[in-house]
T-cell receptor, first 113, second 117 residues
C-alpha cells in the first residue's frame, strides 16, 4: 500500500531562520516522484519542488530544498530564510508510475516575526 | 494561459440533496483528478478521468460519480448529501504519462467549498 506520513501537525519558525518539514513515504513501486505543495488559507495548492526516485542529487528550487534519503524513505522539505508569507499548510505528496498522486496529512507552518 | 478553473467557489446544500461541481483543466492537459479535503486534513483522492473514462478510484462510495467531456472538462456529482460531505473539493489536471512519474505534477484549481447543512 502507498502511504505518506507527516508527523509534525504544526511547526513554528522565527523569521529568517531555516525550518525542516518531515515526510516519510511507503511504496513498492520502484519508480515514483515526490512533491511538496503549499496551501495558503485561500485553498489553492501551490507546487514547490519535485524529486524523482532515480534522481541522484537532492532537488532545490530557490529557498526550497528537498533532503531525499531513499533508503530511509524520507523526503524532508527545507525552507531557508523563512518569510512571513511562508505561513501555510505544507503537504508532501507522491506520484507513482500509475499516475495517481496521494497526499500526507500536512504540516501547518507559522512564521513568527 | 488559464490554469485550472473550478465552479462554483462556494456552495451550501441541504442534507439529502444532490450537487454538481465543475472543473476546466489547464490548457494542454488531458487528465482530471478530484480530491476531497476535510478541514485540517490532507486531500483524499476520489477518482481520476482520462479519455472520458474513470481510470482510477479512491475509497469513496458510489454516491460520488463523475464525468469527463470531449473538451477534457469534468464534473463531480454527489448524491444524497451527508453532513460529512462538507469539505473543500479540489480538481487537479495533468498530462497522463504512464510508466515513469514526471516532474510535471498536478495543477490544482482553487477548489469548491461545499457546506452541507
Amino acid at each position: 500500500a502507498q502511504k505518506i506520513t507527516q508527523t509534525q501537525p504544526g511547526m513554528f519558525v522565527q523569521e529568517k531562520e531555516a525550518v525542516t518539514l518531515d515526510c516519510t513515504y511507503d511504496t513498492s513501486d520502484p519508480s515514483y516522484g515526490l512533491f511538496w505543495y503549499k496551501q495558503p488559507s485561500s485553498g489553492e495548492m501551490i507546487f514547490l519542488i519535485y524529486q524523482g526516485s532515480y534522481d541522484q542529487q537532492n532537488a532545490t528550487e530557490g529557498r526550497y530544498s528537498l533532503n531525499f534519503q531513499k533508503a530511509r524513505k524520507s523526503a524532508n522539505l527545507v525552507i531557508s530564510a523563512s518569510q512571513l508569507g511562508d505561513s501555510a499548510m505544507y503537504f508532501c505528496a507522491m506520484r507513482t508510475s500509475y499516475d495517481k498522486v496521494i497526499f500526507g496529512p500536512g504540516t501547518s507552518l507559522s512564521v513568527i516575526p | 494561459d488559464a490554469g485550472v478553473t473550478q465552479s462554483p467557489t462556494h456552495l451550501i446544500k441541504t442534507r439529502g440533496q444532490q450537487v454538481t461541481l465543475r472543473c476546466s483543466p489547464k490548457s494542454g492537459h488531458d487528465t482530471v483528478s478530484w480530491y476531497q479535503q476535510a478541514l485540517g486534513q490532507g486531500p483524499q483522492f476520489i477518482f481520476q478521468y482520462y479519455e472520458e473514462e474513470e481510470r482510477q478510484r479512491g475509497n469513496f462510495p458510489d454516491r460520488f460519480s463523475g464525468h469527463q467531456f470531449p473538451n477534457y472538462s469534468s464534473e463531480l456529482n454527489v448524491n444524497a448529501l451527508l453532513l460529512g460531505d462538507s469539505a473543500l473539493y479540489l480538481c487537479a489536471s495533468s498530462l497522463l504519462v504512464l510508466g515513469s512519474p514526471t516532474p510535471y505534477g498536478y495543477t490544482f484549481g482553487s477548489g469548491t467549498r461545499l457546506t452541507v447543512v
